[in-house]
Every structure is written in C-alpha cells, then in structure tokens.
C-alpha cells in the first residue's frame, strides 16, 4: 500500500459544478499539504496543515477550500473553478514541520480537468 | 522571491552512461536542505537524494550523487550507469522551515 493515497486520479468538473479531492497517508505524519503543479510551471504550495490545523495559505483562491478532519485525511473541496484551475494537484505528507529536512512524501496525484 | 533555476528543460542519455543534471538556487538564509525529485511517467514524485547545507560532504545514494557547491549556490544531480527506469522528470527542491521551493524540472530520457 502506498504511503500517501488520492482519490480520485482524474477529474473532469465543469465551472458550476462542486467535487472534491481526497488524499489519505499511512505514514503516521503530522503534516500534509497540497501542491498544485501545471505544466511548464513549478510547483505551487498552496495549503499547508500540521496536526489538523491549517499554518499556510498561500494566497490560493477562495474556490478552492482545504479541509483537514484529523492528521491522517486531506480534503480539497472545490466550487466555481476555472479553466485555468486545469492541473496535477498533488497531496504530499511529511512527520512534521520542524525545520526544512523533513522529506515530502507525495501521493500520485489528481489530474483535474475544468471544462 | 527564493528561486530555484533548473536551467535544462531537457536531457537525454544512452543506458549506462553518465548525466549530470544542473540546479542552482537563492537563498538568503544560512540553515536550508536541498532535495532531488523524481516523477516517471506514474506521476508520483519519489525523493532520490537530500543534502544538508551545513554538511560539507556531498550526499550519495548508489548510482545518484550530487555537487553541492554552497558558495555557488549549486546543486548538480549525477546520475551513473544509468538505467531505462531513471526516465523521469528531475526536480531540484529548496526547503527552509517546512516550505519547499521546487524549480520547473528537467525531463530526462535514457535510449536503450
């Protein structure tokens, strides 16, 4: 079993519409994040969570809404998106946020596609 | 802002030869760790090496070793006896506190 898990791996939502990602990790960590990676581009931090309480919002869109219900479970709810919003968002866990080594674990990702 | 530059979109080498993947990054901090990504075509980015910028000892992981050169600001990935699997997007990373700073990545691609 993988350590981080996102469901579902591809998405296809229109503008109107609300869905949500979900992203689990089996690695007992206290931190979890979401990054959003578009082509050409590098990776966007865009929330960051240590033990269930949201520390990072990286200037990300009110369309996009991150839910944290206990330190194993992620959520990225979204509403309204835009074309644009199209991109890999990839969850990612690591054992907590102490200083700038801990490694990232990142799950395979949620190909999102807005129509 | 704190940049990480990966100045090679693209790469290609032959099975079981030597490449060396370029990074250099800003920081103006003096406590930081560098990291080495790997995205096949699966998706999943998988840690290949990490460095601490206080060891002045270049880290190794078999076949994978890095430069790190602190004054330069340079981070090179080598990779040796490469491998049909180490077909990948390369991503050179930046982290200080909990943030990592990702640079746009280098595709490689090894010919049989």
């Known amino acids: 079993e993988t350590g981080v898990t996102q469901t579902p791996r591809h998405l296809v939502m229109g503008m109107t519409n609300k869905k949500s990602l979900k992203c689990e990790q089996h690695l007992g960590h206290n931190a979890m994040y979401w990054y959003k990676q578009s082509a050409k581009k590098p990776l966007e931090l865009m929330f960051v969570y240590s033990l269930e309480e949201r520390v990072e919002n990286n200037s990300v869109p009110s369309r996009f809404s991150p839910e944290c219900p206990n330190s194993s479970h992620l959520f990225l709810h979204l509403h309204t998106l835009q074309p644009e919003d199209s991109a890999l968002y990839l969850c990612?866990?690591?054992?907590?946020?102490?200083?700038?080594?801990?490694?990232?674990?990142f799950g395979e990702g949620s190909w999102l596609t807005v129509v | 802002a704190q940049t990480v530059t990966q100045s090679q979109p693209e790469m290609s080498v032959q099975e079981a030869e030597t490449v060396t993947l370029s990074c250099t990054y800003d920081t103006s901090e003096s406590n930081y760790y560098l990291f080495w990504y790997k995205q096949p075509p699966s998706r999943q980015m998988i840690l290949v090496i990490r460095q601490e910028a206080y060891k002045q000892q270049n880290a190794t992981e078999n076949r994978f070793s890095v430069n790190f050169q602190k004054a330069a600001k340079s981070f090179s990935l080598k990779i040796s006896d490469s491998q049909l699997g180490d077909t990948a997007m390369y991503f050179c990373?930046?982290?200080?506190?909990?943030?990592?700073?990702f640079g746009k990545g280098t595709l490689l691609t090894v010919n049989p």
């Open positions: 990612a866990s690591s054992q907590d946020l102490q200083g700038g080594g801990n490694t990232i674990y």
């Open positions: 990373a930046r982290g200080s506190n909990y943030k990592l700073t």
